[in-house]
């Protein structure tokens, strides 16, 4: 099986470094408010990486965590911690916010079908492992103290920046003006803060009452759950030049070698091309759109039709035709179900299947190898039993009973022809990729352009 590893930008062949257990840490949310459907994303990525690992043959030791203490509104170590902000602003206390978020998470992976990773554990159950992790880095002569807390020096790593390819010089180069002027480094970043009184969330460390910085919380936590080496670390592509990059020089810091082995990241989920947010009013959450009659496994359909390294544009004409297919698919599996027509090529389809998913969890094209298979013509129970046990890779649920619903693929041509005259071509190909996973080509003929089903 191969994954594309982000630290040296190919596939790799992957094999686990211990027997046949796959070792992940994935990076939790930040429970300060309601996760959007761009997090969720990432955790798909996650449940269809430890799906396809475990339809391999893999056995999982997956830790998450659950930041609820350190991540600042900025990533320059400054402003307020969110937890902090989200307290003030409910007028709640900060483990009040971090429980309340923490279970609405929980309902939103239970209800896309994300399975959970066998150890789940908080921040801030943490804390004596990241101090004794700051501490051996002190210890390695890689930190520095500073009025408001205790710091990583990055030019004492020789590898920073190997992750993203940014190179110091470029990083101090493009650094906006200093806010901190103690740094030695504009890259340099907080492994503890110092805690003026006010601040509700603070332990007692060496280096006086204080909190953890947020990059420290998964080095200490992957070292205590999974050990010095593991084999896989995923998160979104955010956290690659920053929270993912510092990661690697506080464990290389300490370890004196690599923790990780392949680093994995999800692209983003955009809306109308560019990023979520609140200010625009276009940060939906699941219940958001449930409520507007969206079901979870909708969206998780709509997400399953893009490779989990593509940019994937939210619309809500994709979400529609997503809803279509998906019923679509469900009633093309139904009439398998109990039937005998004879049939002989399902070892083609299951190669073809097995191919896809474990060359870097190829989803969309294992998708629309089941939608071929689904549609064929011969109906036979071996395909129903089948397409089941692929069910198990994409998690949707697809023994459920539906009628098919008419698709109108002239709209769908004409939108994608509309598209392409606006010189929106992601869109025009999201278009086209929406009709190939329904198991249909789009054909330009002198009278325009038509849909044939494939094969
Ligand atoms: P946070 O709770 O902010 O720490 O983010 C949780 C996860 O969601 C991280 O892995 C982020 O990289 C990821 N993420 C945030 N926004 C998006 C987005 N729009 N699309 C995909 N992943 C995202
Ligand atoms: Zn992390």
Redesign the pocket.
Known sequence: MKLYNTLSRTKEEFTPLEGNTVKIY???????NY?????????L?MDLLRRVLKYNGYSLKHMMNI?DVG?LVSDEDEGED?MAKSARLEQKSPWEIAEFYTEAFMHDIEALNISRPEIISKATDNIPEMIDFVLGLEKNGYTYEIDDGIYFDVQKFEGYGKLSRNKLDDLQAGARVEVNDQKRHPADFALWKKAPKEHIMQWESPWGMGYPGWHIECSAMGLKFLGEEFDIH??????IPI?HENEIAQSEGLLGHPAVRCWM???????DGG??SKSLGN?YTLTQLSEMGYEPDVYRYFCLNAHYRQK?NFTFEGMNSSKTALKNLRAAVQKHKGASDEFNDLEKFRNDFNEAVSDDLNIPKALGIIWTLAKNDAKNNEIYDFILKCDEVFGLNLDKEEAVVEIDFQELIDARTLAKKNKNFAEADRIRNEIVAMGYQLLDTFEGTICKPIG
Do not use: S, W
Request: aromatic share 10%; with cysteine; net charge positive.
């Open positions: 994935t990076c939790g949310p930040t429970v300060y996760a959007q459907i761009g997090n969720m994303r990432a955790y990525f930041t991540h969110k995923t998160g979104g592509v955010d956290h929270h990241h999800n692209e983003f989920l955009l809306v990023k979520m940060n994937l």
